[in-house]
């Protein structure tokens, strides 16, 4: 390869490659513009506090999704193949009109805008890649996406999570290689932001996209299709240099990466305001939000688990000595389904509870459903603690109609009387606090 690289020109392009940008073209805005009206109706608020955490707004948008990646479990691989249709559709008739407009007109007339349309996909395909993974980068540098097991998750059984879970979980164990790979991928969103790295920027996005495809394949991580369309963009941003590549590794000789150049504004507000633009969206979705992410996993918090604190003095792994259902002494057996095994309560506002029940799966893996999405065994419940009355207030997470309250007493450290109902049920629990260590957690890396 030559030491510097050549400007980019749209060649004379012919009918197929004049359709296949304006195509894409398509494809790279309906997938970054929100068309889905739920984005606008969901809650945001629901179980996480958006008002006191307003930099969420920009991970909101980030992780905003084309239609479909929100069916069939984030491989609608179908609504993936009617959308590219439809771009291909869209993009033949708007070849077809501009062939009708440009055929009574004089070559002196007809100015070709393949060069411009192309400066536009460049700019709309660079910017969805940065805005995705800028999110998930920064979230893996301050390691925040996939957090270290919780308490409950180390009182899980094994066999109780899904494989896509478990992949979260065993990534979380080490946060050195999170931060090692959101290091990788927050260089790669970097580079794709400048016009002479862009080339670089997108081979190293390749090489990271591509094992994660496999990855969520293989496990059913729940980001399959995400993954292959940023994938399938960060192919697009090397299109124009395909002839180049080949020339590179296949015959060997050498050869120039092109390089798209900026729009040539004649009015100097117009280049200040391209600046702007650009160092702003720097700003904002990588400088102001990784200052946050900092802050956050300094606090010993993750968006992906509650952020309302705790009682601290209740955190632990409890033993069910004693349960009593309606005034009857239910004992201990592993495979009873109405009395309580153990419970825990978290650091965070959380408190679940291991009963042998029959289990709905969730596999939604959404920022509010971490605790209880790909694994079962666990009843899970938010509570609020009024410390002068003595009075826990459990909401269900998986299941908001469900509340109960129950009055506490603590004769002892480390021991709980709970009393209270449980629909119409009366119950009655001791619970003794374990001192339990986990092997995970030994090198000081859990919570």
Same mark, same amino acid.
């Given at each position: 390869?030559?030491?510097?690289?050549?400007?980019?020109?749209?060649?004379?392009?012919?009918?197929?490659?004049?359709?296949?940008?304006?195509?894409?073209?398509?494809?790279? &805005?309906?997938?970054?513009?929100?068309?889905?009206?739920?984005?606008?109706?969901?809650?945001?608020?629901?179980?996480?506090?958006?008002?006191?955490?307003?930099?969420?707004?920009?991970?909101?948008?980030?992780?905003?999704?084309?239609?479909?990646?929100?069916?069939?479990?984030?491989?609608?691989?179908?609504?993936?193949?009617?959308?590219?249709?439809?771009?291909?559709?869209?993009?033949?008739?708007?070849?077809?009109?501009?062939?009708?407009?440009?055929?009574?007109?004089?070559?002196?007339?007809?100015?070709?805008?393949?060069?411009?349309?192309?400066?536009?996909?460049?700019?709309?395909?660079?910017?969805?890649?940065?805005?995705?993974?800028?999110?998930?980068?920064?979230?893996?540098?301050?390691?925040?996406?996939?957090?270290?097991?919780?308490?409950?998750?180390?009182?899980?059984?094994?066999?109780?999570?899904?494989?896509?879970?478990?992949?979260?979980?065993?990534?979380?164990?080490?946060?050195?290689?999170?931060?090692?790979?959101?290091?990788?991928?927050?260089?790669?969103?970097?580079?794709?932001?400048?016009?002479?790295?862009?080339?670089?920027?997108?081979?190293?996005?390749?090489?990271?996209?591509?094992?994660?495809?496999?990855?969520?394949?293989?496990?059913?991580?729940?980001?399959?299709?995400?993954?292959?369309?940023?994938?399938?963009?960060?192919?697009?941003?090397?299109?124009?240099? &395909?002839?180049?590549?080949?020339?590179?590794?296949?015959?060997?000789?050498?050869?120039?990466?092109?390089?798209?150049?900026?729009?040539?504004?004649? &009015?100097?507000?117009?280049?200040?305001?391209?600046?702007?633009?650009?160092?702003?969206?720097?700003?904002?979705?990588?400088?102001?939000?990784?200052?946050?992410?900092?802050?956050?996993?300094?606090?010993?918090?993750?968006?992906?688990?509650?952020?309302?604190?705790?009682?601290?003095?209740?955190?632990?792994?409890?033993?069910?000595?004693?349960?009593?259902?309606?005034?009857?002494?239910?004992?201990?057996?592993?495979?009873?389904?109405?009395?309580?095994?153990?419970?825990?309560?978290?650091?965070?506002?959380?408190?679940?509870?291991?009963?042998?029940?029959?289990?709905?799966?969730?596999?939604?893996?959404?920022?509010?459903?971490?605790?209880?999405?790909?694994?079962?065994?666990?009843?899970?419940?938010?509570?609020?603690?009024?410390?002068?009355?003595?009075?826990?207030?459990?909401?269900?997470?998986?299941?908001?109609?469900?509340?109960?309250?129950?009055?506490?007493?603590?004769?002892?450290?480390?021991?709980?009387?709970?009393?209270?109902?449980?629909?119409?049920?009366?119950?009655?629990?001791?619970?003794?606090?374990?001192?339990?260590?986990?092997?995970?957690?030994?090198?000081?890396?859990?919570?």
């Amino acid at each position: 390869m030559s030491d510097s690289t050549i400007e980019f020109t749209a060649p004379n392009w012919k009918t197929p490659q004049r359709i296949l940008l304006r195509t894409f073209v398509v494809y790279a &805005a309906i997938t970054v513009i929100p068309l889905v009206p739920s984005f606008y109706k969901q809650d945001f608020d629901a179980g996480f506090s958006v008002a006191n955490y307003p930099w969420r707004w920009l991970d909101v948008i980030s992780q905003n999704n084309p239609w479909f990646f929100d069916n069939h479990g984030g491989k609608n691989y179908f609504g993936w193949f009617i959308t590219i249709v439809i771009s291909l559709v869209v993009g033949v008739g708007w070849a077809f009109i501009e062939k009708q407009i440009n055929k009574n007109k004089s070559v002196l007339d007809h100015t070709p805008n393949d060069g411009r349309l192309y400066n536009l996909f460049f700019i709309l395909v660079r910017y969805q890649v940065a805005l995705r993974m800028s999110w998930f980068a920064i979230a893996k540098v301050f390691p925040v996406q996939m957090p270290f097991p919780t308490l409950s998750q180390l009182n899980t059984n094994l066999g109780d999570f899904t494989p896509g879970k478990l992949y979260w979980l065993t990534t979380g164990v080490s946060p050195f290689f999170e931060v090692f790979a959101g290091i990788f991928e927050l260089t790669a969103t970097v580079l794709i932001l400048f016009r002479r790295t862009t080339t670089l920027g997108a081979l190293m996005m390749i090489a990271i996209l591509l094992p994660i495809w496999f990855v969520n394949i293989g496990y059913d991580a729940g980001v399959e299709l995400a993954s292959l369309h940023l994938l399938l963009l960060s192919l697009l941003l090397l299109a124009k240099d &395909a002839d180049k590549f080949w020339t590179l590794l296949i015959r060997h000789q050498k050869a120039a990466i092109s390089y798209i150049a900026p729009p040539a504004f004649s &009015a100097g507000w117009k280049k200040w305001t391209r600046t702007a633009l650009k160092f702003s969206f720097i700003f904002v979705f990588l400088i102001y939000r990784g200052y946050h992410y900092e802050r956050l996993y300094a606090a010993g918090k993750t968006f992906k688990l509650p952020l309302d604190n705790g009682v601290k003095s209740f955190t632990g792994f409890y033993k069910v000595s004693q349960f009593k259902l309606n005034g009857k002494l239910i004992p201990y057996h592993p495979d009873d389904s109405l009395r309580w095994q153990n419970v825990v309560f978290e650091k965070f506002n959380t408190i679940s509870i291991k009963v042998d029940k029959a289990f709905k799966l969730n596999t939604q893996n959404k920022v509010r459903t971490t605790e209880y999405y790909g694994n079962i065994g666990r009843l899970f419940y938010g509570y609020s603690a009024d410390t002068v009355k003595k009075v826990l207030t459990l909401k269900n997470r998986a299941d908001t109609t469900e509340r109960i309250v129950l009055k506490y007493e603590i004769p002892s450290p480390g021991k709980f009387i709970l009393k209270g109902l449980k629909g119409r049920d009366s119950i009655a629990v001791v619970l003794d606090k374990a001192d339990k260590h986990y092997p995970l957690a030994a090198a000081g890396k859990g919570n």
